[in-house]
């Protein structure tokens, strides 16, 4: 398994964090299975909390497999974080048309790699005022065509009550509920060998949004809205590789 060849840094990291989350949380997961065991896969989870990484991290990593989530190349930049950042293998993510080719050609190499790579479609936490996901950005519907692998889609409950968005409210109780659910790969086999025109890539990712919403609606046993909450165009600020 994976686990077996973390190295050096990856098994600090696990032994930093894994006791803390395990105190933390109090944790229910289902469809660790649909995560496959070997090879490249786009995991695309909803984003409800800046809490939620660490939650969605500790499944993947339940299910054998080490996540490379995407982040703002400035960090890399951040002397002790930036080289452990490279260390334990996640992803700098560029602004800018030049460097948002670079960024899409390091996750290709991160999926021939056999990676399992963590996107956030919505590219933020949501805005939705009920914490319902948004309609997403195409970075993942990109990789997606580009890439072949398989996209499963996670859902993500109760991050939020540990840090919450809309308060900035920071919460340490143990044993706080969290849950996790990933389903089965989706379908987006019509839009194979398609070119990458917007009108496309679009389709794709509101069909990746909706099987996500429909799974954060069984997670917390509510109704999902019956369309995804869009921004305002102005507030959005889609880098050139996500729009």
């Known amino acids: 398994m994976v686990r077996r060849r973390l190295g050096f840094w990856r098994r600090f990291a696990v032994v930093v964090v894994l006791p803390v989350l395990k105190v933390w949380t109090k944790r229910t997961w289902n469809g660790l299975e649909n995560i496959p065991p070997t090879g490249g896969v786009i995991v695309v989870p909803n984003h409800a909390s800046h809490f939620d990484p660490l939650v969605v991290a500790h499944f993947i990593y339940g299910a054998g497999r080490w996540p490379r989530f995407l982040g703002k190349a400035s960090l890399w930049k951040v002397p002790v974080l930036g080289p452990f950042l490279r260390k334990v293998q996640q992803i700098p993510v560029e602004r800018g048309s030049v460097e948002a080719v670079k960024s899409l050609d390091a996750l290709i190499e991160a999926i021939n790699e056999g990676g399992v790579v963590v996107i956030y479609p919505e590219g933020t936490t949501t805005r939705e005022p009920d914490l319902w996901p948004m309609r997403g950005k195409t970075g993942a519907a990109r990789l997606a065509l580009v890439t072949g692998a398989p996209v499963i889609p996670m859902a993500n ?87």
């Open 157 to 243: 409950w109760g991050a939020h009550t540990i840090y919450d968005p809309r308060t900035s409210k920071l919460k340490i109780r143990a044993r706080t509920p969290v849950a996790v659910t990933a389903g089965k790969p989706i379908d987006l086999s019509r839009w194979q060998g398609a070119p990458p025109t917007r009108a496309t890539l679009e389709q794709m990712t509101d069909e990746i949004m909706l099987d996500v919403q429909e799974l954060v609606g069984q997670v917390r046993g509510e109704q999902p809205p019956a369309e995804l909450y869009d921004r305002p165009a102005a507030k959005r600020g889609a880098s050139p590789e996500e729009a």
